[in-house]
């Protein structure tokens, strides 16, 4: 399977694609039954995996682990990767894409940053001269061959913004991201220089960028919405209020399934034996 096209192809729709980030294989089996994409948060996995904050802390073989995984249990999903600065050298960036285009990702992310790294709606971010990212981000597209490349910049100056992104859009990329934008007339200023190219917005909870809907991301000219830690935050405050209420009720379980609301070992293996029947068309789930 193409797994580029088919990305292309539902970014051309009509509409906003939402892409919902996963940062374990747990999160992806809750969102595959809401959504058809995911994005492979830079934030997220850095948080899972090593328990530290999206600063550089990423090594390229575990992320591509964790796709391998990812399309091993969903076949059919899009699956959008963040690869940060690439890992920093350009060679290493370009066998980090290959080896992600032959796992089946959908697409890449590549940013402008320059180490020390930061999360996209951190303060503190530098870039790289523009002529360098280009050269990468070359080198970049001319080492896939079907994989959707989405180029983005960290800048923060408006000026810079709107240089970078023009230049980004004149490139082979097919997807322009502008990471942290503050204001919704910045996303009408940048959807006008980059022309006809297909423009993504990030959300983040509690980030620089405005609360929008799909509607009003429509509205703007935005072709793609990744949602970079809905699933994590989400999974932070319920664990957070069933460690509260274990303590409360003196080590006490909940009731679970027919009897009370919460989820326990029958419902949590429906969900994970979906990811084996995803390849067995027809197949039920196993039961628990």
């Known amino acids: 399977m193409r797994y580029g096209q088919a990305l292309r192809d539902e970014i051309a729709a009509e509409g906003t694609t939402p892409l919902i980030g996963v940062h374990d294989m747990y999160s992806a089996s809750i969102a595959a ?3 058809n ?7 997220g996995f850095a948080a899972s ?6 600063i550089g802390f990423i090594a390229w073989p575990d992320m591509a682990a964790f796709v391998e995984r ?3 249990a969903f076949p059919h999903h899009h699956l959008l990767v963040d690869i940060d600065d690439g890992y920093a050298d350009p060679e290493v960036t370009c066998h980090v894409v290959q080896r992600l285009e032959r796992t089946g990702a959908s ?10 790294r930061r999360c996209g709606h951190a303060d503190g971010k530098l870039v790289l001269p523009l002529e360098d990212y280009l050269e990468k981000l070359d080198l970049v597209l001319a080492s ?3 994989l959707l490349v989405v180029a983005r910049t960290d800048a923060t100056e408006e000026d810079d913004i709107l240089r970078r992104a023009a230049a980004l859009a004149r490139t082979e990329a097919d997807v322009v991201l502008v990471d942290g934008v503050r204001r919704v007339d910045r996303i009408r200023r940048i959807r006008q220089v980059v022309g006809d190219k297909p423009l993504l917005f990030n959300q983040i909870a509690g980030g620089k960028s405005p609360r929008l809907s799909l509607t009003e991301l429509t509205a703007l000219g935005v072709d793609v919405a990744i949602y970079s830690t809905p699933c994590l935050f989400a999974a932070h405050r319920a664990m957070e209020t069933a460690m509260a209420e274990l303590k409360y ?3 006490r379980l909940p009731a679970t399934g027919d009897t009370g609301g919460e989820v326990g070992v029958k419902e949590a293996t429906e969900l994970l034996a979906r990811n084996i029947s ?3 068309p027809g197949r039920r789930a196993v039961p628990a």
């Open 107 to 116: 697409g890449v992310i590549l940013e402008d940053q320059q180490r020390p």
């Open 33 to 35: 039954g809401h959504y």
């Open 144 to 146: 896939r061959t079907d």
């Open 249 to 251: 009720a003196d080590g």
């Open 37 to 43: 994409g995911f994005f492979v948060s830079g934030f």
């Open 278 to 280: 995803r390849h067995h």
């Open 49 to 54: 995996y090593y328990g530290l904050p999206d």
């Open 70 to 72: 990812l399309r091993g």
